[in-house]
Every structure is written in C-alpha cells, then in structure tokens.
C-alpha cells in the first residue's frame, strides 16, 4: 500500500520483514562504550526547538537577543529561524515508522523525542549493548505510563542486529530514521557507511527525515548532493552537529 508515494506499512508489518536480520559479523573492533548522552542532547534540542517554534513569545525575545548582538559574531546555529526550520523536520517523524540506528544503551530518551511527536512506531538497532538497551527502554517505557507522561504511546521493538543487516530488509520507501553518535569509532569502515547510505537512500520515506547528531552517515555532502538521484536535501544545524536528510518528491 502506498501514501502520497511512499510504503505504508503497520508497525507489525514491518516488524515481520525485519525479524531475524542476518547478521554482519565482519567488524570485530565497534566500540560498546561510546557515550550515550548524544540521546539526552538531540531530545534536549528538540525541547529547545520546539520553544522557538511554538511560542511567539519565546522567539519574539529571542530574535531580539539574537539581533542586539554584532552581525560579525553572529552564530548561526543560534538563529530562532534555523531553530524553527529544525523543529519542522523533526515534525516529519510524525506518523513514521523510526529506526534508531545503533540505539545504544539508553534509548528511551530518543524514544520520547520521537512518541512526543507521534510516530507509527519505533524500532532500536544495537548489536553489542543489545541487552541493556533492550532493559532500559522498556524500563523507561513502562516509567512513562506509569507517570503518565503521554496520552498515547508508539509501540516499540529493539532488535540484536547491526544497521546494515536491518537496513536491506526494510522496504523501499517506507522508514525514517535517527542516529546519534555513530561516529568512525563506533563504525571503523567507511565501505561500511557508504553501504549503509545507500541502502538509507533507498529505504527513507518520501514524506519522512533522516536525522542523526555527531555520526558520519553522508559525511561526503557535496558528492551525495551532486551524485544522489533520490536525496533532494542535506542541511546541517547546531554548527553541523546535527544533520537532516529529506527525499525528492
């Protein structure tokens, strides 16, 4: 089935195609203890953003702050406008199918991010913290409901996998995704994360975003935005911290 020129699948559908991924057991050296605050930092932002776009006060005052200062030191990853551009592409998570791509140890925090804004359903990769992730999210899930933090909640499966063995079994299409900090230690291969963009290409939904923080997916932008058929654009934000990639229509 397919919506506004993407594959719309359920939560369960997908989850189906993606169960018991073959894995690649080519690298030996990924590092299992790379630091798991690059979650806390994009929810952060996200908060941060979402202050900016849908408060008029909130970014009346910033706006003035912004513009008292000397245009020669003028930042511009502190610009309310970048802030709000930010917030709308997070927006096209919404009623998407998500994978966290290397989730780590403590994604419940990404998974707020993305149950606030209200996606079809979230889906972690991690092969080497699989355990503790898995425990954490499901521990933090569960606090959620328990204190009430949402009037609805996105289901949510976390799978014992390496990204690119998951990525070939999404359909064309269909997904979006989210990193934070799959860097060139975590991933000591850049055939690997070429394959890896590649396949992201093919998978990303055409109304959805690709959105990772300190990671080296795309690292080459200008070749992927001269020899990409499907990658319409690559914008950075937070001084280049933070990547965003949408597809052509």
């Known amino acids: 089935m397919t919506e506004k020129g993407g594959v719309n699948l359920s939560f369960e559908e997908m ?11 080519s690298f030996k050296d990924f590092s299992a203890g790379f630091s798991d605050h690059f979650n806390i930092f994009l929810l952060n932002e996200f908060k941060e953003c979402s202050n900016y776009a849908t408060s008029p006060e909130f970014f009346e005052k910033a706006m003035i702050h912004y513009d008292e200062r000397e245009s020669i030191f003028n930042d511009r990853s502190k610009n309310p406008h970048e802030k709000v551009k930010l917030y709308k592409l997070f927006q096209r998570f919404k009623d998407q199918i998500v994978f966290d791509l290397g989730a780590g140890m403590v994604p419940g925090h990404t998974y ?5 804004i209200g996606i079809k359903g979230y889906v972690g990769i991690e092969p080497f913290n699989y355990n503790d992730g ?19 909640y996105s289901p949510a ?16 299409n269909s997904a979006s995704f989210i990193a934070t900090g799959i860097d060139n230690i975590v991933i000591d291969s850049s055939d690997y994360f070429s394959e890896c963009n590649s396949l992201i ?9 690709f959105i990772f923080y300190e990671s080296h997916f795309f690292y080459d932008q200008k070749f992927y935005e001269k020899n990409s058929k ?20």
Request: hydrophobic fraction near 30%.
């Open 230 to 249: 499907q990658i319409v654009n690559i914008a950075k934000f937070n001084g280049g911290d933070i990547t965003t990639i949408t597809k052509k229509n």
């Open 134 to 152: 898995k425990k954490n999210l499901e521990s933090d899930i569960k606090y959620y409901k328990e204190n009430r933090y949402f009037n609805n």
């Open 201 to 209: 290409e093919k998978k990303l939904h055409i109304d959805g975003v």
């Open 157 to 172: 499966e976390f799978i014992n996998s390496d990204i690119k063995s998951v990525l070939e079994k999404i359909p064309d």
């Open 15 to 25: 989850l189906k195609l993606v169960a018991n991924p073959q894995q690649n057991t």
């Open 112 to 116: 707020k991010l993305l149950n606030h």
